[in-house]
């Protein structure tokens, strides 16, 4: 079995003939089949994995292969890749396949990367801990009595497992950064605009954003470079320039760091949490970078703020599942009505329906002003918040998540404790900066921690640099 360490030994050892892409398949294919009980994947793509791999060993004999050549790599379940299936881990697109490929696969593609398969997720994204997929829960591989995290929960266990060596996730809250904390692994959401949300099936428009889950930050750097900038076919991506990010990784800056007094001091901070981020904090210092506390004085109104939002924005893009355009259609329909009534009652389950009724309910005629548009009105404050304090420093210092990853059930008969989870990470995606979870030591459970690091817009080079060092 060939051990896969990061992106740049795996080229030095294709390059030298120690392994090939082929190979890499086949052992990909059997490692999916090994931890099936994981329940990281609802499909190997076989046959175009073998037909990429096939094709990949002869460009790299010639001397041609890009940049990901014989990088294997697992799609959540939300991303399109054509004549593919894609299912949003929901009954409601039953036999749906993809019309065409999102512009991050067409870019992976385009360098020679493999893609072995689609992985499960919380239904629609929408989740902390994936056990809200309609094809079962995803058992975390350091303890499967826990959760690992969503919503891109097989992504993160695809890679933690060992099965691929790059996931790609989407981060609507936190849903690529707290699975990469309960799993030990780096997860990485870029500044809104950096990356196409072309393909992307939409959870909550304004705050979605695709990015990778890796071993290494070096890894996370390289996958940015290729699945980065501009794209015709998604207007809110940037045309600001992709820079070598894995270059800088090797420069010695010294920082201006703020953690947030409220979230080191925050009730439902588990203890050794925060020791793990104090002596981090700790080691940052003796480094030579400057680490102060800032106050955030917004820290109770995150999770509410986004929880308005998004699920207005969800309830909006989902309607488009009526039971006529795409997969699952009720048998038991007998008129228009009826069939998106009965299609949408039985193809959704419990949590996406709560939260399309919530964002219906938040954008009633009724209720508008008081929810929806206030909700708008906190998002600008809490925006201008982040940003003053990233005029003053180069980084916002938090733990990825209050806790480790939790038991399976703790927290599904409570949807607000579920929804605290992303109390930490939901300001990146607020605000649309950049964020990154790193791991930072293991609890006395024997689950990892996660060090959460936000930056300026655009400002991923420098992000990504300091995160490097801590990952080491
Ligand atoms: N856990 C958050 C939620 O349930 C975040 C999801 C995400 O980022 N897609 O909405």
């Given at each position: 079995?060939?051990?896969?360490?990061?992106?740049?030994?795996?080229?030095?050892?294709?390059?030298?003939?120690?392994?090939t892409c082929?190979?890499?398949v086949?052992?990909?294919?059997?490692?999916?089949a090994?931890?099936?009980?994981?329940?990281a994947f609802?499909?190997?793509f076989?046959?175009?994995?073998?037909?990429?791999?096939?094709?990949?060993d002869e460009?790299?004999?010639?001397?041609?292969?890009?940049?990901?050549?014989?990088?294997i790599?697992?799609?959540?379940?939300?991303?399109?890749?054509?004549?593919?299936?894609?299912?949003?881990?929901?009954?409601?697109l039953?036999?749906?396949?993809?019309?065409?490929?999102?512009?991050v696969?067409?870019?992976?593609?385009?360098?020679?990367?493999?893609?072995?398969?689609?992985?499960?997720?919380?239904?629609?994204?929408?989740?902390?801990?994936?056990?809200?997929?309609?094809?079962g829960?995803?058992l975390?591989?350091?303890?499967e009595?826990?959760?690992?995290?969503?919503?891109?929960?097989?992504?993160?266990?695809?890679?933690?497992?060992?099965?691929?060596?790059?996931?790609?996730?989407?981060?609507?809250?936190?849903?690529?950064?707290?699975?990469?904390?309960f799993?030990?692994?780096?997860?990485?959401?870029?500044?809104y605009?950096?990356?196409?949300r072309?393909?992307?099936?939409?959870?909550?428009?304004?705050?979605?954003?695709i990015?990778?889950?890796?071993k290494?930050?070096?890894?996370?750097?390289?996958?940015?470079?290729?699945?980065?900038?501009?794209?015709?076919?998604?207007?809110?991506?940037?045309?600001?320039?992709?820079?070598?990010?894995?270059?800088?990784?090797?420069?010695?800056?010294k920082?201006?760091?703020?953690?947030?007094?409220?979230?080191?001091?925050?009730?439902?901070?588990?203890?050794?949490?925060?020791?793990?981020?104090?002596?981090?904090?700790?080691?940052?210092k003796g480094?030579?970078?400057?680490?102060e506390?800032?106050?955030?004085?917004?820290?109770?109104?995150?999770?509410?703020?986004?929880?308005?939002?998004?699920?207005?924005?969800?309830?909006?893009?989902?309607?488009?599942?009526d039971?006529?355009?795409?997969?699952?259609?009720?048998?038991?329909?007998?008129d228009?009505?009826?069939?998106?009534?009965?299609?949408?009652?039985?193809?959704f389950?419990?949590?996406?329906?709560?939260r399309i009724?919530?964002?219906t309910f938040?954008?009633?005629?009724?209720?508008?002003?008081?929810?929806?548009?206030?909700?708008?009105?906190?998002?600008?404050i809490?925006?201008?918040?982040?940003?003053?304090?990233?005029?003053d420093?180069d980084?916002?210092?938090?733990?990825?998540t209050?806790?480790?990853?939790?038991?399976?059930?703790k927290?599904?008969?409570?949807?607000?404790?579920m929804?605290?989870?992303?109390?930490?990470t939901?300001?990146?995606n607020?605000?649309?900066?950049?964020?990154i979870?790193?791991?930072?030591?293991?609890?006395?459970?024997?689950?990892p921690?996660?060090?959460q690091?936000?930056?300026?817009?655009?400002e991923?080079?420098?992000?990504?640099?300091l995160?490097?060092?801590?990952?080491?």
């Amino acid at each position: 079995m060939y051990s896969f360490s990061n992106i740049t030994t795996l080229h030095a050892d294709l390059k030298a003939g120690k392994v090939t892409c082929a190979t890499l398949v086949e052992q990909a294919i059997a490692a999916i089949a090994e931890k099936k009980h994981l329940n990281a994947f609802l499909e190997v793509f076989e046959a175009s994995a073998k037909e990429s791999a096939k094709r990949t060993d002869e460009k790299i004999k010639y001397g041609t292969a890009g940049k990901l050549a014989g990088v294997i790599i697992g799609l959540k379940d939300n991303i399109c890749y054509k004549g593919h299936k894609v299912s949003a881990s929901s009954k409601i697109l039953e036999g749906f396949e993809s019309l065409y490929s999102a512009t991050v696969v067409e870019r992976l593609l385009a360098e020679d990367a493999i893609i072995i398969g689609r992985t499960n997720c919380d239904e629609f994204a929408m989740g902390s801990s994936n056990e809200n997929s309609a094809f079962g829960n995803v058992l975390n591989p350091i303890n499967e009595k826990c959760v690992p995290g969503g919503s891109s929960g097989g992504a993160a266990v695809a890679v933690a497992a060992g099965i691929c060596h790059v996931s790609l996730g989407s981060d609507t809250g936190g849903s690529i950064r707290q699975p990469a904390s309960f799993t030990g692994t780096v997860g990485f959401k870029p500044t809104y605009g950096r990356v196409s949300r072309y393909g992307l099936i939409a959870y909550a428009s304004s705050f979605d954003q695709i990015g990778p889950i890796t071993k290494t930050v070096d890894d996370a750097a390289i996958i940015l470079e290729v699945i980065g900038g501009l794209d015709k076919n998604d207007n809110t991506s940037s045309s600001q320039k992709v820079e070598e990010y894995s270059k800088t990784l090797l420069q010695d800056k010294k920082y201006k760091i703020a953690y947030l007094k409220e979230c080191v001091e925050a009730e439902g901070l588990d203890p050794e949490v925060k020791v793990a981020v104090l002596k981090q904090m700790e080691w940052l210092k003796g480094q030579g970078h400057s680490v102060e506390a800032v106050s955030f004085p917004y820290l109770e109104y995150l999770v509410p703020t986004y929880y308005v939002l998004t699920t207005a924005e969800a309830s909006s893009n989902l309607s488009r599942f009526d039971g006529i355009h795409y997969g699952y259609r009720s048998k038991n329909a007998t008129d228009l009505e009826s069939t998106y009534k009965k299609s949408r009652s039985e193809g959704f389950g419990k949590e996406v329906k709560r939260r399309i009724m919530l964002g219906t309910f938040v954008l009633s005629a009724g209720y508008y002003d008081a929810y929806y548009s206030k909700g708008q009105k906190v998002r600008r404050i809490i925006h201008e918040k982040t940003n003053a304090i990233l005029k003053d420093f180069d980084f916002i210092l938090t733990p990825s998540t209050p806790g480790t990853a939790f038991e399976f059930g703790k927290n599904s008969a409570d949807p607000i404790k579920m929804y605290l989870e992303d109390i930490f990470t939901v300001q990146a995606n607020i605000a649309g900066i950049p964020a990154i979870s790193v791991p930072c030591g293991n609890h006395s459970n024997g689950l990892p921690i996660g060090l959460q690091l936000m930056a300026g817009y655009f400002e991923e080079s420098k992000l990504l640099n300091l995160a490097s060092k801590i990952a080491k």
